[in-house]
Structure formats: C-alpha cells, structure tokens
C-alpha cells in the first residue's frame, strides 16, 4: 500500500512537507506543493481519512437529518443540501428518522460517534432529548424548516405565514369564498405557520375561518386524500383549498377526482412547496414554492460559520426566507406554464 513515506520519497521532500499539503496547515511554496500533488497523482496515493480527522479534529462530514427521505420534499431539499455541502468541502451523512422519535436519536448519536462536524436537522416531531445530546457532545447545530423553541438555536426557515397568506389571497382572487384548509400535524411549526397565514389572509378580506375548514393531517398523500374526503362529506359548500404541502395536494387532487370534481372549476386548488412533482397531476397544482438551493446554502454556510466559531453567539442566527406563489391550473388560473405571481 502506498504511504505518505512513498509520496516524500518521490517528490524529494520530507513527509511532514506532504502533510502540510494535505492538510493545508502550513505555507508551502507552489513549486514544491505540484511536485507533492504531482507525486500523489503517479502513486494513486489516498491520504488515510481517520487519521487525517484525528490530526486536525475534522471529519469534513455532517449528519442532516430528515423525517421522512421518502417524502418528495425532504428528497429534494437534501439532495440540496447534499450539493451545498460539497462545495463547502463537506460528505453529507443521511438519517431518514421516518416519524419516529427514537429512531431520530439514534441517528444522533450515530452522527456523533462518527464525529461529525456539524448537525442539521429536520426533526419530525418532539426533539429536544436530540438538540440536548448535540449541544452536550459541543457540536455545532442548525434546524433546518423548523422553528426552534431555544433561540440559542440556529435556524434556517422559509415564511410560512406569508406563503399561507399569498396562496390563501391568489383563491380569493379567483372568487373563492368558502375556502378550507388542509395543513400538517399540530406540532409542527411550518403546519402552524401555513395556517396561521389562511386565517390571516381571510380575516383581512373579511371572511370566515371556521374551525370545521380546517384539517391538521400528516404530510402526506394519504394524509391530503383523507382529509379532503372528509371535507367534501361535511363541508360540501367549499369552493377552493389551501393545502399545506405539494404530497397533500396530490392526495386532495385525487379526492376531488374519485368525487366527480374539477380542480380549478369546481373547487380551485393551491398546495406549497414547488417540488417536482407539483407538476404531474392533471391540472398541474398552483403551489408556493420553496427556494431549495437557498435553503440549502443558507444552512451550510450557517453550519461552517458555527464550525470555525464554536462560541459564537446564536441568538440571532436565525434566518426566514420568501417563498414565491406558481400559478398553474389547479387554482383557475392557465395550465399551460406556470408564472411567478406578483
């Protein structure tokens, strides 16, 4: 096996010289840092990772957690987070904790046995014992579309109310005067948000926001699906939905389907998120779509700033971005290419 002994040998240095190249912990002048770099590339050699971390205390990864990978918006969102990571020099660790709170932790501890260098999380419901056990092991952490309890926290959020507010304002531009809402689990901080903005966005326009319009349902198809039959049998008056995730608005769009309803004639349809997949039903789903890449860069760069700071201070480390409503055919509005609405 070639060792870093070979390298020097070759490149006519010392192996502390091929260290400092490595590492980039020491100045060394550009002729003598090609010959290293050219000696690596002829020998195939690959510096040992371990040890390299353990030499600098850095194991250049770290550990995102999601609540459910399966999930079209948590697939696209890491996969951001996977390409942001990379250019800042970070592998990323996935833990899918698939909605459950034990699994959850254990991703936390298996992230801080392999000594990662920072954690950003998703977690899916209560999550304090995981925030605790990072905080504890001093590694640096931001949450990711969850708004933390602890502002000394970092997070990383969009603005669900106001994303709530501008898909609840375009259906009643459209007419819409009964209008329910179908958001996700109580706990959960964008849910609340997304919903708080619907009866924002009604009480200004001087309508009602009875509580039977409403749905708290898990971000799911299924979750949509159910929630919009139930709906359709109690509350048969509506004439538009605000649906909190793009994967309820899927099951929504089914509901109305398997009822001989239209989405954008009969009942006007506007979800959130603006994943992929927002553009496959029939008609394509309005939706508020999310900045993926600058969420995912937001967070990272947060997450390195921590990284070269352990003590920095955190309380106002916490950033909302806007969201962008994308009108399509579900609401009313052309299906034939989706606009950016003012």
Known sequence: MVGRADVARLAGVSPAVVSYVLNDSHPVSSGTRQKVEAAIEQL??????????????????????LPDSSNSFFAQLAAAVENAALEAGLVVLLGNGADDTERELGYVRTF?????????AVPGGEFERGWREISAARVPAVSLDRLPSDLDLPSVVV????????????????????????????????????????????RDAGR?????????????????????LELLEREPGIDGIFVASDLQGV??????????????????VVSFDGTALSE????RLTTVSQPYDRLAGEVVRMLVVLIGDPVRDRSEMHLVLPTTLVTRGSCGCSDYEGRLAA
């Open 112 to 120: 801080l046995d392999r000594r990662v260098d920072g954690v950003i």
């Open 251 to 268: 099951g929504v769009m089914r509901a109305l389907a398997d009822h001989g309803r239209q989405a954008g004639r009969d009942i006007a």
């Open 159 to 202: 603005d669900n109310v106001g994303g709530g507010r501008a898909a609840t304002e375009h259906l009643i531009e459209h007419g819409r005067a009964r209008i329910a809402c179908i958001t996700g689990p109580r706990e959960m901080s964008s849910a609340i948000g997304r919903a708080e903005g619907w009866r924002g966005a009604l």
């Open 280 to 283: 496959y039903t029939t008609p």
């Open 44 to 65: 195939g050699y690959r510096p040992n990772v371990l040890a390299r971390s353990l030499a600098t205390a850095r194991s250049h990864t770290l550990g995102l957690l």
């Open 208 to 228: 009602a926001a009875p509580t039977e319009r409403l749905r708290h349902r898990a971000f799911t198809a299924e979750g949509g699906y159910a929630a919009a």
